[in-house]
């Protein structure tokens, strides 16, 4: 067991026990040990490494999926300490259901806090409302954030240097507080840990129609989504949104859906678009190499203004905004011309049109 770590995590238990174990003190206790403490100055991470792989005596593991992967490097009854390895940008916007703080142990990140306005329960496992995006920061190494359980903290880390790294001092649960839901910008929010398999299966045997050319499967879909609840029918929408597409099918598919759901459909359309968008930017963003560029992407798949947009380049970036977006958008249409339209697209969204261009 790592000695940094069971240092840490000791020293949470006895301050914490000190406090009675009050959920709500926990936060700004985990951020201050943390701060103090500063793993990303005096944690070696390759001391971590080692020990994790040689030495047998070691805490707990989960089996969650989290993290790329999780490390339990410390675990007590009332906490524990995971290391959070990240190969991919993105974690989805999410709250969740455990009190704590993290820390950034290697890399940086880019960091945005959300508010769920009025929220409306569709299922127990589905609420619709508005997302709206309170603050985007860039998170330097050894920069440390509380967590607060519940939807107070809504959050979304996009990790920008492979692999990032981060410590999290946390409580196992803080109940009461849950679901740990997951949010689909502007308008929906599911609970990840609701397993429908009959639907998981539904979606497959989909995608296997699709595929395979099957002549029923556009028929199909169109009367699974004229029969179905809102949520299920959500999840096969998303999951053909695609096959629709491009077999120029989706505006029958709308029509179907908002004469089975009508106002509720309305949360449904620019949430999809928004999936849609987000993931075509995060696939070409794996085209490219350049650093400035993937960072650029970054920003171009989290933000939803251009004020902000202009605020972080400025901040990494010395010169004019808008002159280093415009030097961006021209090295890229030279390297990954592909990436351009749907960039640009973006750039008009968040306001920013004209900006670049190919
Ligand atoms: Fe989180």
């Keep these: 067991m790592n000695p940094f770590f069971h240092a840490l995590g000791n020293r949470a238990v006895q301050s914490w026990q000190a406090l009675n174990f009050d959920p709500r003190a926990f936060p700004a206790l985990a951020a201050r040990l943390l701060q103090e403490t500063n793993p990303a100055q005096n944690a070696d991470l390759d001391t971590v490494l080692e020990d994790f792989l040689l030495a047998e005596e070691q805490p707990f593991q989960t089996q969650s999926g989290f993290g790329q992967?999780?490390?339990?490097?410390f675990d007590h009854p009332r906490l524990y300490i995971q290391l959070l390895f990240w190969m991919d940008g993105t974690t989805d916007i999410h709250q969740h259901e455990f009190d704590?703080?993290?820390?950034v142990l290697q890399g940086s990140s880019l960091h945005s806090t959300f508010r769920f306005l009025d929220p409306k329960p569709v299922s127990a496992h589905l609420r619709t409302g508005t997302l709206k995006r309170l603050r985007s920061e860039l998170l330097p190494t050894g920069a440390t954030v509380p967590i607060r359980a519940g939807t107070e903290f809504i959050h979304a880390l996009f990790h920008l240097e492979t692999p990032s790294v981060t410590v999290v001092l946390r409580t196992h649960t803080s109940p009461g507080t849950g679901p740990q839901f997951t949010y689909l910008p502007p308008h929906i929010a599911l609970d990840p840990f609701h397993h429908d398999s009959l639907t998981q299966r539904r979606k497959q045997l989909l995608d296997v129609l699709d595929a395979s050319g099957h002549p029923?499967?556009?028929?199909?879909?169109?009367?699974?989504?004229?029969?179905?609840?809102?949520?299920?029918?959500?999840?096969?929408?998303?999951?053909?949104?695609?096959?629709?597409?491009?077999?120029?099918?989706?505006?029958?598919?709308?029509?179907?859906?908002?004469?089975?759901?009508?106002?509720?459909?309305?949360?449904?359309?620019?949430?999809?678009?928004?999936?849609v968008q987000r993931d075509l930017l995060a696939?070409?963003?794996?085209?490219?190499?350049?650093?400035e560029h993937r960072?650029?992407?970054?920003?171009?798949?989290?933000?939803?203004?251009?004020?902000?947009?202009?605020?972080?380049?400025?901040?990494?970036?010395?010169?004019?905004?808008?002159?280093t977006i415009a030097r961006w958008m021209e090295e890229i249409w030279e390297t990954v011309p592909e990436a351009v339209p749907p960039m640009e697209a973006r750039l008009e969204q968040l306001g920013a049109a004209g900006t670049g261009g190919g």
């Design 216 to 275: 029923g499967f556009p028929k199909l879909v169109f009367e699974m989504l004229d029969v179905l609840d809102f949520e299920r029918g959500f999840f096969i929408l998303q999951n053909c949104v695609s096959a629709l597409r491009s077999r120029g099918l989706w505006n029958n598919a709308t029509k179907v859906f908002k004469k089975r759901h009508s106002s509720l459909a309305k949360a449904v359309f620019p949430t999809l678009d928004e999936i």
């Design 283 to 291: 696939g070409l963003r794996g085209a490219v190499d350049e650093p």
């Design 69 to 73: 992967p999780e490390l339990v490097v």
């Design 100 to 103: 704590g703080a993290f820390h």
């Design 295 to 323: 960072f650029f992407l970054a920003l171009l798949i989290n933000l939803d203004s251009r004020r902000d947009l202009y605020r972080l380049v400025g901040q990494r970036f010395p010169g004019k905004p808008g002159a």
